[in-house]
């Protein structure tokens, strides 16, 4: 059974940072497709970062390139995000999500590649 739980969420002001963990367990496979989403109130969800097996790339949304960074620790089996500069509207609950196959590049962008997903953790920016 795969699990996904988010950690790291909080209040920060703007242009500061946080960085968000997401643990793993039961995803085990070496070919796998994990990512963050995020969803504001009253938006929809929108992908964040991915990354996959077998492949160096990490994919980030235009709206946090050059901010945002991904990586994940294979020996603990956790995805880090590590956010600066954030903005006002980076506020949103991030999710971690996970499947246990590698996606294609061209479907890492959606929610469908995805089975597993987490609880979500809150992203306060405030102004």
């Known amino acids: 059974q795969v699990q996904l739980v988010e950690s790291g969420g909080g209040l920060v002001q703007a242009g500061g940072s946080l960085r968000l963990s997401c643990a793993a367990s039961?995803?085990?496979?070496?070919?796998?497709?994990m990512a963050w989403f995020r969803q504001a109130p009253g938006k929809d969800r929108e992908f964040v970062a991915a990354?996959?097996?077998?492949?160096?790339?990490?994919y980030l949304a235009d709206s946090v390139k050059g901010r945002f960074t991904l990586s994940r620790d294979n020996a603990k089996k956790t995805m880090d995000l590590q956010m600066t500069s954030l903005k006002p509207e980076d506020t949103a609950v991030y999710y971690c999500?996970?499947?246990?196959?590698?996606?294609?590049?061209?479907?890492?962008?959606?929610?469908?590649?995805?089975?597993?997903w987490g609880q979500g953790t809150q992203v306060t920016v405030s102004s």
């Open positions: 999500a996970g499947h246990s196959r590698r996606p294609i590049s061209s479907a890492l962008r959606g929610g469908a590649a995805y089975s597993y």
């Open positions: 039961g995803l085990t496979s070496s070919s796998y497709g």
């Open positions: 990354i996959r097996s077998g492949d160096t790339t990490v």
